[in-house]
């Protein structure tokens, strides 16, 4: 209906003519979003709106001659008579029941209804809302809520939130999942308030560390990612959790801190990383400091020795035809006697130098000093007469001698490699003149260094003449003993010279930069060769230069689509030198061939070092435990312990095995024993050699 225009506007009169009122309210009421409803004290209805008949099916007549009872379950009436006697009694009342229709059919809805005078008479008017939808999402959302409790209690570690209170920067945790105790060692309600006890329990050296990163991630809103230790009440160090805890934070409109993590135990992982670590920085026969860690040590010492003014001996120790007593009695006697005179060296070094064992019958002692040169030339006689006094093993007397070559800093070298070239240098001059003997490098030891040239020349031609050969090594799967692979190894036969030994040959081409066109001949030649063969997987040896190349992944898949071979089938692997160089471009690589679908091994596993972290988040899927360790497995304690202790994080974190250089049965046995999956060495053959 509209206005008329002499009438006054609404916003100038709220009043109505009375010839409006009747229909007004009907059409009021009927635009309301729920049924209206008005009854006496008997609970008949006395008015009602249209979406009252809509819902329930009844019409106007039958309505009129209906309670508010005749609308619900007889089993609701009490329930529902006592919200009516409440409106009266009290002025107001609401009820959340289903209402029944003429069908039979119920919908849930919300009522509230008020209690109103009309013409000296009292009633009850309210409104019902459907709230069906309502349930359906409540109803869906503690499902939700369920799913995620049940979820957060089987997840191994505690989901929480931290808050940070800018007013008094009070740190609190608001939500804490059910294994908060197995992680944290306290219970929600202990901490939902004031977190402060919790981090009293973290370890005092790792506290002000912690307290500082959550201080940091607050300021920044960066995210919080730190291990630290947890003490038990009462307990000390050596009973402390490692926990890792990750979690991101965000500002709350009240100015407040709050992160949402994840905290789980590391205790054994670390306790595990421990272990490697100690492992890759210390030899395993002997314990001393390996080839790795002496090497960092005279880094270290030629910087210190640059800004002291101190002088630096490097002498390279090489027990004489040690080779033959392992191959007499055996490479465990010969361990055993490698670990009498390394106690021996290590009490004639004292506190006087730095000594290690870098392999083998190898050490390596780094001597520093206002006078290096005198105080080497000492250290070297006293090594000489304790290495050649005669010992006992095994009821037998031995006498073992050792040749010494010393270098010095600045003289002779100013950095590592040029040391240790030098000292080796002056080794082989030692041993020319005789076991038991030492001597210092001068500028005339040229031998080596010519000899040097001279392969490195030869070995060039051979490449560009593409007359290096591969030998195919067999890959074999410990359980079955059945070839499920090969390795391809570079093999170079001199026309004059014969075979040349790989050791002469293949760390002469990486630091020439020769490796990567004798790494592709190899791989053709190898590739060409296993592509017809069902099933089989050829691994391929990549050298840290190579990786380093921007286009080395697409060329090895151009280079396997020329020789047929499907990429699934090909595994590369790189050595932990890669990953301890950290090189953007060589990782790059590393993520990108997998991409193409070439597998990934760690090579040499355990005798380098590398961040652990790395073994996570790049896509490995094998480690290659070097032979050292595989070297009479069963025998040696110290090689068990290591093997063992690399099959389990190999499972923990997925990966595949593969033990390298096995020779007897027993190595065979002890590791498909242990859980090793592949093997390679000479008792399963030294490889066909392809290639002219």
């Given at each position: 209906m509209?206005l008329?225009?002499?009438e006054?506007s609404?916003?100038?009169?709220?009043?109505l003519?009375?010839s409006?009122?009747?229909?007004?309210?009907?059409?009021?009421?009927d635009?309301?979003p729920?049924?209206?409803y008005?009854?006496?004290?008997?609970?008949?209805?006395?008015?009602?709106?249209?979406?009252?008949?809509?819902?329930t099916g009844?019409s106007?007549?039958?309505?009129?001659?209906?309670?508010?009872?005749?609308?619900?379950?007889?089993v609701?009436?009490?329930?529902v008579?006592?919200?009516?006697e409440?409106?009266?009694k009290?002025?107001?009342?609401s009820?959340?029941a289903p209402i029944l229709?003429?069908?039979?059919?119920?919908?849930?809805?919300?009522?509230?209804?008020?209690l109103v005078?009309l013409?000296g008479e009292?009633?009850?008017?309210?409104?019902?809302l459907?709230?069906?939808?309502?349930?359906?999402a409540?109803?869906?959302?503690?499902a939700?809520t369920?799913?995620l409790?049940?979820?957060?209690a089987?997840?191994?570690?505690?989901?929480?939130?931290l808050?940070l209170?800018?007013e008094?920067?009070?740190?609190?945790?608001?939500y804490?999942?059910?294994?908060?105790?197995?992680?944290?060692g306290?219970?929600?309600?202990?901490v939902s308030a004031?977190a402060?006890?919790?981090?009293?329990?973290?370890?005092?050296?790792d506290?002000?560390r912690i307290l500082?990163?959550v201080e940091?991630?607050?300021r920044?809103?960066?995210?919080?990612?730190?291990q630290f230790?947890l003490?038990p009440?009462?307990?000390?160090?050596?009973h402390?959790?490692?926990?890792?805890?990750?979690?991101?934070?965000e500002?709350?409109?009240?100015g407040?801190?709050?992160?949402?993590?994840f905290a789980?135990?590391?205790t054994e992982r670390?306790?595990m990383?421990d272990?490697l670590?100690r492992?890759?920085y210390h030899?395993?026969?002997t314990?001393m400091?390996?080839r790795?860690m002496?090497?960092?040590a005279?880094e270290?010492?030629?910087a210190?020795?640059t800004?002291?003014?101190?002088?630096l001996?490097?002498m390279?120790?090489?027990?004489?035809n040690?080779k033959d007593?392992?191959d007499?009695?055996g490479h465990?006697?010969?361990?055993?006697l490698?670990?009498k005179?390394?106690?021996?060296l290590?009490?004639?070094?004292a506190?006087?130098?730095q000594?290690g064992?870098?392999?083998?019958?190898?050490?390596?002692?780094l001597?520093?000093?206002?006078?290096?040169?005198?105080?080497?030339e000492?250290l070297a006689?006293?090594l000489c007469r304790?290495?050649?006094?005669?010992?006992e093993?095994?009821?037998?007397?031995?006498?073992v001698?050792g040749?010494?070559?010393i270098?010095?800093?600045?003289?002779d070298?100013e950095?590592?490699?040029d040391?240790?070239?030098?000292?080796d240098?002056a080794l082989y001059r030692a041993k020319?003149?005789g076991p038991?003997?030492w001597?210092?490098?001068?500028?005339?030891?040229?031998a080596?260094?010519m000899?040097r040239r001279?392969?490195e020349?030869e070995l060039?031609s051979a490449?560009?003449?593409?007359q290096?050969?591969?030998a195919?090594?067999p890959?074999?799967?410990?359980?079955?003993?059945?070839?499920?692979?090969?390795?391809a190894?570079?093999?170079?036969?001199?026309?004059e010279d014969?075979?040349?030994?790989?050791?002469d040959?293949?760390a002469?081409?990486e630091t020439r930069?020769?490796?990567?066109?004798?790494?592709?001949?190899?791989?053709?030649?190898?590739?060409?060769h296993?592509a017809?063969?069902?099933?089989?997987q050829l691994?391929?040896?990549?050298?840290p230069?190579?990786l380093?190349?921007?286009?080395?992944?697409?060329r090895?898949?151009?280079?396997?689509?020329?020789?047929?071979?499907?990429?699934?089938?090909?595994?590369v692997?790189i050595t932990?030198?890669v990953?301890?160089e950290?090189?953007h471009g060589?990782l790059?690589?590393?993520?990108r061939?997998?991409?193409?679908?070439?597998?990934?091994?760690?090579d040499?596993?355990?005798t380098g070092?590398?961040s652990?972290?790395?073994l996570r988040?790049?896509?490995?899927?094998?480690?290659?435990?070097d032979?050292?360790?595989v070297?009479n497995?069963?025998?040696v304690?110290?090689?068990?312990?290591?093997?063992?202790a690399i099959l389990?994080l190999a499972?923990?974190l997925g990966f595949?095995?593969?033990?390298e250089?096995?020779?007897?049965a027993?190595?065979?046995d002890?590791?498909?024993e242990?859980?090793?999956d592949?093997?390679?060495?000479?008792l399963?053959?030294r490889?066909q050699?392809?290639g002219?």
């Amino acid at each position: 209906m509209k206005l008329d225009q002499d009438e006054p506007s609404a916003s100038a009169n709220r009043e109505l003519p009375a010839s409006w009122m009747p229909q007004f309210i009907d059409v009021a009421f009927d635009s309301l979003p729920g049924i209206f409803y008005l009854f006496d004290r008997s609970g008949r209805f006395r008015y009602w709106n249209s979406n009252l008949e809509s819902v329930t099916g009844y019409s106007g007549q039958e309505l009129g001659r209906m309670t508010a009872l005749d609308l619900f379950d007889p089993v609701l009436h009490d329930r529902v008579r006592l919200a009516m006697e409440q409106a009266f009694k009290t002025g107001r009342a609401s009820l959340e029941a289903p209402i029944l229709t003429r069908f039979g059919t119920t919908r849930p809805y919300s009522y509230y209804g008020r209690l109103v005078d009309l013409g000296g008479e009292s009633f009850v008017a309210g409104m019902g809302l459907d709230v069906s939808r309502l349930k359906e999402a409540q109803e869906a959302e503690a499902a939700r809520t369920q799913q995620l409790r049940h979820l957060a209690a089987h997840v191994p570690g505690v989901i929480y939130q931290l808050r940070l209170d800018p007013e008094t920067g009070l740190l609190s945790m608001p939500y804490a999942s059910a294994k908060i105790y197995e992680v944290f060692g306290v219970h929600h309600d202990q901490v939902s308030a004031d977190a402060t006890g919790l981090f009293e329990r973290i370890f005092e050296q790792d506290r002000e560390r912690i307290l500082r990163a959550v201080e940091i991630s607050a300021r920044e809103l960066s995210t919080f990612r730190e291990q630290f230790r947890l003490c038990p009440p009462g307990g000390s160090a050596e009973h402390a959790e490692w926990v890792e805890v990750e979690s991101t934070p965000e500002r709350l409109g009240d100015g407040a801190t709050l992160w949402h993590g994840f905290a789980r135990l590391v205790t054994e992982r670390r306790r595990m990383e421990d272990e490697l670590t100690r492992l890759a920085y210390h030899d395993a026969l002997t314990g001393m400091p390996n080839r790795t860690m002496l090497q960092i040590a005279l880094e270290e010492r030629i910087a210190d020795a640059t800004v002291i003014g101190n002088g630096l001996a490097v002498m390279h120790i090489d027990l004489d035809n040690f080779k033959d007593i392992n191959d007499v009695w055996g490479h465990t006697t010969g361990d055993r006697l490698l670990l009498k005179l390394a106690e021996r060296l290590q009490s004639q070094v004292a506190d006087k130098a730095q000594i290690g064992r870098i392999g083998g019958d190898e050490f390596l002692v780094l001597v520093e000093g206002p006078e290096p040169a005198r105080q080497a030339e000492s250290l070297a006689n006293a090594l000489c007469r304790a290495l050649s006094t005669p010992l006992e093993l095994d009821r037998r007397v031995v006498r073992v001698t050792g040749s010494i070559g010393i270098s010095l800093f600045p003289d002779d070298g100013e950095n590592t490699e040029d040391l240790l070239r030098h000292a080796d240098a002056a080794l082989y001059r030692a041993k020319a003149d005789g076991p038991g003997s030492w001597a210092r490098y001068s500028p005339e030891l040229t031998a080596a260094a010519m000899a040097r040239r001279y392969i490195e020349t030869e070995l060039r031609s051979a490449i560009e003449k593409n007359q290096m050969r591969v030998a195919l090594q067999p890959i074999v799967a410990l359980n079955g003993r059945r070839v499920v692979g090969f390795e391809a190894l570079a093999r170079w036969y001199h026309a004059e010279d014969g075979w040349i030994d790989p050791e002469d040959f293949v760390a002469l081409a990486e630091t020439r930069g020769l490796v990567t066109p004798l790494g592709e001949q190899v791989y053709r030649k190898a590739m060409e060769h296993v592509a017809g063969m069902k099933g089989m997987q050829l691994s391929l040896n990549v050298a840290p230069a190579q990786l380093r190349s921007t286009d080395f992944c697409d060329r090895l898949v151009t280079l396997a689509a020329e020789c047929g071979m499907p990429t699934e089938r090909l595994e590369v692997e790189i050595t932990e030198r890669v990953l301890m160089e950290e090189s953007h471009g060589a990782l790059d690589q590393i993520n990108r061939l997998r991409s193409a679908g070439i597998g990934i091994a760690i090579d040499d596993f355990g005798t380098g070092y590398s961040s652990l972290s790395y073994l996570r988040k790049l896509p490995i899927q094998r480690l290659k435990i070097d032979q050292s360790f595989v070297r009479n497995v069963g025998a040696v304690r110290e090689n068990a312990a290591i093997v063992k202790a690399i099959l389990t994080l190999a499972r923990e974190l997925g990966f595949t095995t593969t033990a390298e250089g096995i020779q007897t049965a027993a190595e065979s046995d002890f590791l498909r024993e242990a859980g090793c999956d592949f093997a390679q060495g000479w008792l399963f053959g030294r490889g066909q050699v392809i290639g002219a």
